[in-house]
């Protein structure tokens, strides 16, 4: 553990005060000390430097240069001297290199210092986490005991679901959950699905089964009450007789700071494997997939800093395209169907990406991607789950948001 300090004021003070408390001894009993061998200012620096850093090595640097200004002038000496006489100057030169030499390496070694304990911190928590695992497995073993003899999700076959979750992006998580569920209750259909922002449609983020079952888009009706169930229990939810017949036979939320953000649906599944058991794994891998899906996304977020704009969620074009790319792949692994819409706004050049992004993010899904070529000014637009039948439509409609705002597109 090192010395950390947090207030900027502070430290500040305390190179003042001591510098303040060094130039009061000095210049009251006459010590000279800035002509020391080992000048008692050279040591202050170095002590500023090495506790916090280059800021604060340069800024002791300097008020021990401006003391030996003013120490000059109360002594009535030469100030053209101060600078020109080689010992003098090269003291003050020598100041300056530890200064720089002590703060880089301070700065540098905080800040490895902070990195290791940000990874062990996060070492830590994914042990305590591991460790109330275990512990519920254990009790799950102690009052099941002979239902998970029999069973194929033996402890052992748990802790092989719970790597297979520990996937480093959302999507890897959401591919391997799907065949997981799929596994568990040999079912023939299973879909992830995006809860968006109103809490009235899920928009389909992959899928194992027809788009028949599983369309891309689903919208929740208010009266819904297996949805309400699903969003205020929090917990896998089996339809009832008092369900609507196009109710899925099973969902379950994926919870991120305590709201629902995501809802696996299962359909068409082994009725044999619906049992008590079966339910209580898959709420298991529930609360799995949300730590899991919390952490990559903030890691994803991270990462996507240096892909964006600054101060924007707009990607960069080349990144985009490699967004595209992952798109397509899921198309051919998942048949998730997605379009590209690109508008051309080159005659509106003095326009900045952040006014532009304000505009366009009101139109568009929360699922939505937008890219940006800087060279030619055009936008691309990424929807996943949007058929290119129905790309168009989109188009249209981003033109004349942009339109209302003054902005004319090109084409």
Partial sequence: ????????????????????IAALLDQYFEMNMTQWTFSPFIIIVLFFSLRYGL????AAFLLTVIYLIVSVKLNNEDLFLLFYE???????????????????????????????????????????????????????????QEKVLDSEYTLSRIYQVGIALDQPTPDLIRNEATTI???????????????????????????????????????????????????????VTIRTVDDDENTPLVAGPIVSNNEVEEVVIIDQ??????????????????????????????????????????????YYADVFEDLVDVQRMRKEHYNVPFSVVSIDLSAQKNLSVIETEIILRAYLREL??????????????????????????????????LRTKGVIPIG
């Fill in 86 to 144: 080689s010992d003098t100057y090269t003291a003050v030169l020598f100041t300056l290199l530890i200064a720089v030499i002590s703060g880089i390496y301070s700065t540098s070694f905080k800040e490895r210092y902070e990195s290791l304990t940000y990874s062990y911190e996060e070492i830590m928590d994914e042990r305590n986490e591991l460790k109330k695992t275990i512990e519920l497995m254990k009790e799950s073993q102690r009052v099941m």
């Fill in 55 to 58: 800021t604060l090595g340069l």
């Fill in 269 to 314: 599944l082994d009725f044999s494997r619906l049992t008590k058991y079966e339910i209580q794994i898959m709420s298991l891998v529930l609360d799995w997939m949300s730590n899991r899906m919390e952490r990559a996304k903030a890691a994803k977020l991270q990462e996507d800093k240096k892909n964006m704009y600054q101060g924007t969620r707009v």
């Fill in 181 to 235: 569920i799929s596994n568990l209750f040999k079912a023939e259909e299973v879909g992830i699905y995006h809860l968006d922002s109103s809490r009235k449609a899920l928009r389909l983020h992959v899928r194992n089964g027809e788009s028949k079952r599983l369309p891309q888009t689903m919208f929740i009706d208010e009266h819904s009450f297996f949805y309400k169930r699903v969003f205020q229990n929090k917990t």
């Fill in 1 to 20: 553990m090192i010395y950390t300090q947090t207030s900027t004021w502070r430290k500040f003070t305390e190179l003042f005060v001591i510098m303040l």
């Fill in 368 to 401: 939505d991607v937008i890219g940006f070529n800087q060279e030619t000014h055009t936008f691309y637009f990424l929807l996943p789950g949007t058929e290119e039948a129905k790309a168009g439509m989109v188009e249209k409609r981003i033109k004349q948001a």
